[in-house]
């Protein structure tokens, strides 16, 4: 830990702290309610340097709210101490580059920055809890996105080099299925430590990706498994739904996160989705745009509960041949079902109201 400014401390006063979250350090920030420094430290990214993070900003006054960069990633387990600890957190979006051109970049800079934006409350969102089911599905859906996405790319790569292959393997292999190709390629007999010519290198290379295929198909189910059990006992009332798979709860699941009451209303949830109308509207012209902002991965889950609606779904069917009659286009109905959908699913993923 490394000292920078300090002030005397004044347990009566009331203060803000903002955090500027590195990979190894983190720089806090303390202000008082006034906006005065009262002081800024460093301290590692460590369980034993949250603590004494936690006590430096309590010992300095009442804490009422803490600004902290990066909470879904360099953040988030300080956040999470924080949480733990009872303190206030939000959420605060890191300085823009024309801020930065004309105040400087430092990280005590920064962490003022943070601390600034949390009394003045231009940071109010609470940033996502990363200590439940969600986040486990979190790890899993992403190690499986990255199976899937590397599988896709060795399929490619596995028929490129078939077309270019001579044409005594390329001819066994032309007619096959993927499944079948896969498997053949595989049980190609082994090269020597030194191929000695063209066709048993290309008989090793094919192989090499063939198993690597094979082994990432394999992967991609185990993780798909584990991910439908988890989904299934955190949120089975998402499943139940007509057009929700696994994939798609698991994605909306994680967009919203473990702490899901820090989504007050199914509008902050279609923002957060961008699936809400904006106003542009100007003088007589009253229209409103699309929303190109949000999580863009849960965007696409609702795309595709909407087009998974839209090929099996009477009551949806029904609902887009009635706009259609009113003059709405296909790709404006499926924006409004997108939306009704988000209303639909706020519902369900909003915590039981308590009396």
């Known amino acids: 830990m490394s000292s920078m400014t300090d002030n005397p401390p004044d347990v009566s006063t009331t203060v803000f702290v903002g955090v500027d979250t590195h990979k190894n350090t983190n720089h806090a920030a303390i202000i008082d309610h006034l906006g005065r420094e009262v002081g800024d430290r460093e301290f590692p990214t460590t369980a034993a340097g949250h603590v004494d993070l936690i006590a430096w900003i309590t010992a300095a006054g009442k ?39 004309f105040h400087g970049k430092s990280d005590p800079l920064d962490a003022h920055s943070a601390a600034r934006a949390a009394l003045t409350g231009k940071a109010t969102t609470t940033p996502k809890a990363h200590d439940g089911n969600v986040e486990a599905i979190r790890f899993l859906h992403n190690a499986r996105h990255s199976a899937v996405k590397a599988r896709a790319e060795a399929v490619t790569q596995l028929k490129s080099m078939i077309v270019n292959a001579p044409e005594g393997i390329r001819a066994e292999l032309r007619q096959l299925t993927d499944a079948h190709l896969f498997a053949a390629c595989a049980a190609l007999p082994h090269a020597p430590r030194r191929p000695v010519d063209l066709d048993s290198a290309v008989g090793a290379a094919l192989r090499s990706v063939s198993r690597r295929i094979l082994d990432l198909t394999a992967e991609e189910r185990i993780l798909a498994k584990q991910i439908e059990a988890l989904v299934t006992a955190h949120a089975p009332q998402l499943l139940a739904r007509f057009g929700i798979g696994t994939s798609t709860a698991a994605q909306l699941l994680i967009t919203v996160g473990d702490n899901p009451e820090r989504i007050t209303s199914e509008a902050s949830f279609a923002h957060l989705c961008g699936v809400a109308p904006i106003q542009a509207s ?26 998974t609606r839209l090929r099996g779904d009477e009551r949806t069917q029904q609902y887009r041949d009635r706009r259609l009659t009113e003059g709405k286009t296909p790709r404006e109905i499926t924006r409004c079902l997108k939306r009704a959908i988000a209303r639909e699913i706020y519902g369900l993923l909003k915590p039981p109201q308590t009396t």
Do not use: K
């Open 282 to 307: 100007s003088g007589r012209t009253q229209r409103h745009r699309l929303d190109r902002g949000g999580d863009r991965q849960a965007n696409r889950a609702l795309y595709t509960i909407a087009i």
């Open 63 to 101: 804490v009422e709210r803490i600004g902290v960069e990066g909470t879904g990633s360099y953040g988030s387990t300080l956040a999470t101490a924080l949480r733990l600890s009872g303190l206030e957190v939000v959420d605060v979006d890191r300085p823009d580059r024309r801020s930065r051109r």
